[in-house]
Nanobody
Framework: QVQLVESGGGSVQAGGSLKLSCAAS????????MGWFRQAPEKEREFVAA????????NYAYSVKDRFIISRDYAKNTVYLQLNSLKPEDTAVYLC????????????????WGQGTQVTVSS
């Protein structure tokens, strides 16, 4: 059984930082890209960032580029999302997802999803 478990969410003031973690278990994600998405109330889910299996390739949404950093730790089978310079519009549930391939530049094709972790940014 595939399981993705996010953690690290919380409430911060604008300009603050958080680091989200996504621990994967139940299967090997070797060779697979992983990503983060977010969903704010009454809005559609949107792509945030993705990382290739090697960790060399990354892809970011324009709205978070230069503020967020995605990384992965193979030994821990964990993907991270460092959130810096947070803005109130970053408030959302952040979800971790895994692809069935390594095409990290393609924002579609995610087959496995976590339950999400809430990030709230106050002004």
């Amino acid at each position: 059984q595939v399981q993705l478990v996010e953690s690290g969410g919380g409430s911060v003031q604008a300009g603050g930082s958080l680091k989200l973690s996504c621990a994967a278990s139940g299967r090997s994600f070797s060779g697979k890209a992983m990503g983060w998405f977010r969903q704010a109330p009454e809005k559609e889910r949107e792509f945030v960032a993705a990382i290739s299996y090697s960790g060399v390739g990354t892809n970011y949404a324009y709205s978070v580029k230069d503020r967020f950093i995605i990384s992965r730790d193979y030994a821990k089978n964990t993907v991270y999302l460092q959130l810096n310079s947070l803005k109130p519009e970053d408030t959302a549930v952040y979800l971790c997802a895994a692809k069935s391939d390594n095409y990290y530049e393609n924002t579609n094709g995610y087959n496995y999803w976590g339950q999400g972790t809430q990030v709230t940014v106050s002004s």
